[in-house]
């Protein structure tokens, strides 16, 4: 079960605000007390307190004995969404020197960018955008 959390208490004194609250994970129950600043700062907090939390948890999953600490190595898709993200930058730079006329419009090396891209499409890279 993933871990949970609920303001147990809350208390503002000399201009300071400090909660108390319970993280559960459906068998223990941990009381923290945090000092916050806004609710804002509140949630995130909670936040990262609820990923510390499950982080420590995949810790338990972690097999006993060596520990491979290789990289993974990229799968194909990675490589060419890799590559078209460097062919976006390159093309983000010639457009500026485009832009602030260094090159003309025309100059083969930023119109063959723009091609690569062009042909190289794939919907999935729109966030490199």
Request: hydrophobic share 45%; aromatic share 10%.
């Amino acid at each position: 079960m993933p871990w949970i959390a609920s303001l147990y208490e809350k208390a503002i004194a000399n201009g300071k605000a400090v909660v108390v609250v319970d993280f559960s994970d459906g068998t223990a129950i941990l009381r923290e007390t945090l000092a916050v600043l806004s609710p804002l700062d509140f949630i995130i907090q909670v936040r990262r307190r609820l990923k510390e939390l499950a982080d420590v948890d995949a810790v338990g999953a972690l097999p006993v004995g060596p520990v491979d600490t290789s990289e993974p190595t990229p799968t194909a898709p990675q490589l060419e969404r890799d590559a078209y993200g460097a062919a976006l930058t390159a093309y983000r730079r010639a457009r500026n020197a485009v832009d602030f006329g260094i090159v003309p419009p025309d100059w083969p090396p930023y119109l063959n960018r723009k091609t690569y891209l062009i042909n190289n499409f794939k919907p999935e890279y729109l966030n490199l955008y």
